[in-house]
C-alpha cells in the first residue's frame, strides 16, 4: 500500500487504513518542502507527524506533534530573546537533533528519517519526497517567503501571488522511491493540500512520469469551496484553479483514475467526470477514528 501524504488530512485517513492493514505492508511519501532548519536542527513536520502516528506518539487534537508534550526549550530559547518560527516541543526537538545528528555524519535525508523512524518504534515505511533540500515559497506582495514563515510567521494573512517548488527540478527520486513504486499497482493521493503538500511531490523530477502507469485513487481535501484546513483556498487561486473538488481534480487530472469527493460535493460529479476519472462520493470528514476507517474502507475498495 502507497500513499502520497502531506501533514494533516492523509496522517487521518493512515489511522483509518491501518484498522485494515499492518503498519509493515503501509509505505508512505512524505512531502518535505515545508522543511525547516530550526535552532540548528532540521525540522520536517510532515514527516514527523507521519513517523508520530505510526510510533503512536502523535497530538491527535493538533494533528502535529508529540502527544502531551512540553516546551520547557523553546519558552526558554523565548525569553533569552530567541526567536523561533516554530513552536516546538520538548520531545519533538529530541527527534529534530536525532534526526540532524544523522545528517551531520554523512546520512542522507531518507537514511536519517529512516534511522530516526526506528529509533521511535514506527514500522511503516516513511520516505521523503527526495533527498536534496526543496522548499514551498509563497510570492507575496512584499517579497518570495518560505511556506512556514507564510502560514506560522505570518499566519496565512497576506494575498498570495504565486507559489515556487524552489530545488524540485534540480531534485530526483531517490532509488527507494523507485524501486517501491515499481512494485506497486495502486498509489492513493491523499487528502492533502494539492499546493503545497502533495504538489512538492509530484514536481520531483521524475515523479510525475513514475506515478502515471499507476492505478491512481486520489481524494479531495476540499468540501464546498473551503478546504477542511489549512491555506488551500488562497494557494490554489493564486495558481489558477478553482477552490472546489473540480480544482483538486485538475491539479491531479493526468493521474486520476478514481477521485473521491465528500458526498456534499455530489452535483460536481458530473462535471468532474468529465476529466475521465471515476467519481466517487463519501464522507471525507475524517472526525473520529471510526469515519477515518469508513473513508479507508472506501478507497480500499477501489483499487485494483
Not at 494575498?159 to 524552489?166: F, H, I, K, N, P
Request: with cysteine; net charge negative.
Amino acid at each position: 500500500m502507497l500513499l502520497l501524504s502531506g501533514g494533516t488530512g492523509t496522517p487521518k485517513l493512515l489511522n483509518g487504513i491501518r484498522q485494515y492493514l499492518p503498519d509493515e505492508e503501509i509505505t508512505v511519501i512524505v512531502n518535505t518542502a515545508e522543511d525547516l532548519w530550526v535552532s540548528g536542527n532540521l525540522v520536517c513536520p510532515d514527516i514527523d507527524t507521519v513517523i508520530y502516528l505510526f510510533a503512536g506518539m502523535l497530538d491527535t487534537d493538533k494533528w502535529w506533534g508529540v502527544n502531551q508534550d512540553t516546551f520547557h526549550t523553546h519558552k526558554a530559547l523565548k525569553i533569552a530573546g530567541h526567536n523561533e518560527i516554530l513552536q516546538i516541543g520538548d520531545h519533538d526537538r529530541a527527534t529534530h537533533i536525532i534526526r540532524s545528528g544523522f545528517i551531520r555524519q554523512g546520512a542522507s535525508l531518507s537514511e536519517a528519517i529512516s534511522r530516526t523512524a526506528s529509533m521511535l518504534g514506527a514500522k511503516a515505511n516513511i520516505l521523503p519526497m527526495c533527498d536534496e533540500p526543496v522548499s514551498s515559497m509563497i510570492t507575496v506582495s512584499e517579497g518570495t517567503i518560505h511556506f512556514q514563515e507564510f502560514w506560522v510567521e505570518k499566519a496565512g494573512r497576506p494575498d498570495v501571488l504565486g507559489v515556487e517548488y524552489r530545488g524540485a527540478q534540480t531534485a530526483s527520486v531517490s532509488e527507494a522511491i523507485k524501486k517501491t513504486i515499481s512494485h506497486e499497482s495502486n498509489i492513493i493521493i491523499g487528502p492533502s493540500n494539492p499546493i503545497t503538500s502533495i504538489g512538492p511531490i509530484l514536481a520531483v523530477k521524475g515523479m510525475r512520469e513514475l506515478i502515471l502507469s499507476k492505478h491512481v485513487v486520489a481524494i479531495s481535501p476540499i468540501i464546498g469551496c473551503e478546504p477542511v484546513s489549512g491555506p488551500a483556498s488562497k494557494l490554489m487561486s493564486a495558481c489558477g484553479y478553482e477552490v472546489s473538488s473540480r480544482g483538486v481534480a485538475q491539479c491531479y487530472s493526468d493521474l486520476l483514475d478514481v477521485f473521491i469527493i465528500d458526498e456534499q460535493d455530489r452535483e460536481m460529479k458530473s462535471n468532474i467526470k468529465g476529466m475521465d476519472a471515476e467519481v466517487i462520493t463519501a464522507d471525507t470528514m475524517m472526525t473520529s477514528s471510526k469515519k477515518s476507517a469508513a473513508l479507508a474502507r472506501v478507497v480500499l475498495q477501489h483499487l485494483i
